[in-house]
């Protein structure tokens, strides 16, 4: 059974993940590590454009780099968002992504994956962060 999380938190965190996504969508990735915990870790599962783990300080060199990308045209939608409360300063989340992505000018519009999310956020100084995400790819059809 989950544990219920309050309409505030929900908004904070839901906005939050659709800002992250429309942040590297648009061009500005590097942005993107500021909704991350000094200590988060950001793991791409087999299948992902890069998988592995990344941690702290490192996240915002992977999100600096992936702004870089300039080839890379993606969309990604975000839907079936579910929340349990941890406790009053942390919540889990899932959400299932679907990852549109051309690294050519086709800008092939079927998925690239679609994958499972589950994180991890920590409210730290009056705002909600990403302490832990974890992208596992369930379906895959670009490789990169």
């Known amino acids: 059974m989950m544990n219920a999380v309050s309409s505030d938190i929900r908004h904070a965190?839901?906005?939050?993940?659709?800002?992250?996504?429309?942040?590297?969508?648009?061009?500005?990735?590097?942005?993107?590590?500021?909704?991350?915990?000094?200590?988060?870790?950001?793991t791409f599962g087999?299948?992902?454009?890069?998988?592995?783990?990344?941690?702290?300080?490192?996240?915002a060199t992977a999100m600096a780099a992936r702004e870089k990308q300039a080839s890379a045209f993606t969309r990604h939608v975000v839907s079936n968002i579910m929340f349990d409360a941890e406790n009053a300063?942390?919540?889990s989340v899932r959400y299932l992504l679907?990852?549109?992505?051309?690294?050519?000018d086709s800008r092939d519009s079927k998925p690239a994956f679609v994958a499972d999310v589950r994180?991890?956020?920590?409210?730290?100084?009056?705002?909600?962060?990403?302490?832990?995400?974890?992208?596992?790819?369930?379906?895959?059809?670009?490789?990169?």
């Open 13 to 42: 965190v839901t906005d939050g993940i659709h800002l992250f996504f429309d942040l590297v969508d648009h061009g500005q990735a590097s942005r993107t590590a500021t909704l991350f915990t000094a200590d988060a870790s950001l």
């Open 98 to 104: 679907v990852l549109f992505r051309s690294d050519d």
């Open 119 to 144: 994180e991890r956020w920590s409210q730290r100084e009056g705002s909600w962060k990403i302490a832990e995400r974890i992208v596992n790819p369930a379906f895959i059809r670009a490789q990169f």
């Open 89 to 91: 300063k942390g919540v």
């Open 46 to 59: 087999p299948g992902s454009p890069n998988p592995g783990t990344i941690t702290g300080e490192a996240i």
